[in-house]
């Protein structure tokens, strides 16, 4: 079975060990579990934003279809100050594209939550209210749950796990806003329910 992961920084594991990106985590636990699962084929880059991930995937040539699809994205559409309107639409295209690329089939695919960055150290350190970032990301959630209920796709919300971690220096890597391998496995208990259910639901 093929798994596909689209996104940005938190899906390529911006300062981590390859083999610390959650989504290579997920692959070899649902193997561990039985499912013949290969290890992820990755679709993101740091700082992407809903349009440039739309571009990547059209420079990726990829060859569907995918048994698994995930998708997280939309935290740097927060940080550039770019509109909810604007990214409404865009994700609802990013996440037609998904399921496209999962041959048609929604029960394949599965969205993740945007983190809160505004508990980390790089936050406070450059003078974010983190009040007004969690109210931001928490629009920004809402839309990308509602969007994902219409479409009849599953939803992991790490948006929690990401807030508990706050600015725990071994939950995040040297640059103090991305997190490290032990916040990704904090995330994988709410993600790995969801991909296991949609495989093998």
Known sequence: MRYLALGDSYTIGEGVA???RWPVVLAARLRARGIALDAPRIVATTGWTTDEL??????AALQPPYDLVSLLIGVNNQYRGRSIFNFRDEFAALLARAVALAGGRADRVFVVSIPDWGVTPFAREKNHDPARIAAAIDTFNRTVEEIAAQAGVPHADVTTASRRAGAAPDL????GLHPSAAQYLRWLDTIEPVAWKVLAG
Do not use: E
């Open 54 to 59: 739309a571009a990547g995937i059209d420079a």
């Open 172 to 175: 995040l890597v040297d640059d």
């Open 18 to 20: 390859a083999d610390g």
